[in-house]
């Protein structure tokens, strides 16, 4: 089993930042690729963000494309997700999710990342909250 832990949620400020951490135990985790995912009241579960196992290669939705990055430290155990530039539409719990594969080719990465039917695992969620 792998076991993921979100942490770094909070109140923020529209236009503000926050960096969420999801840490990993249990099994290798260079292994799998990682996602972030939200959910806010009422909406279905949003894809926000995945990276490759390797760490070449990064998913972002269009709704936070260039104001949210996805990185991975293997040799920590940790996928990051910076949030910059935040919105009152941002606010959600993120999950953090992990895929043991097998994995996509290139052209089918996007979507299959996106999916997250697609992951194995999955963390308990940290609150985001956006307001002035």
């Known amino acids: 089993q792998l076991q993921l832990v979100e942490s770094g949620g909070g109140l923020v400020q529209p236009g503000g930042s926050l960096r969420l951490s999801c840490a990993a135990s249990?099994?290798?985790?260079?292994?799998?690729?990682m996602g972030w995912f939200r959910q806010a009241p009422g909406k279905e579960r949003e894809f926000v963000a995945a990276?490759?196992?390797?760490?070449?290669?990064?998913f972002i939705a269009d709704s936070v494309k260039g104001r949210f990055t996805i990185s991975r430290d293997n040799a920590k155990n940790t996928v990051d997700l910076q949030m910059n530039s935040l919105k009152p539409e941002d606010a959600a719990v993120y999950y953090c999710a992990a895929d043991g594969g097998p994995f996509p080719d290139f052209a089918s990465a996007t979507s299959y990342y996106s999916r997250a039917a697609n992951y194995d695992y999955w963390g308990q969620g940290t609150q985001v909250t956006v307001s002035s």
């Open positions: 990276i490759t196992w390797g760490g070449a290669d990064t």
């Open positions: 249990g099994r290798t985790f260079s292994f799998y690729a």
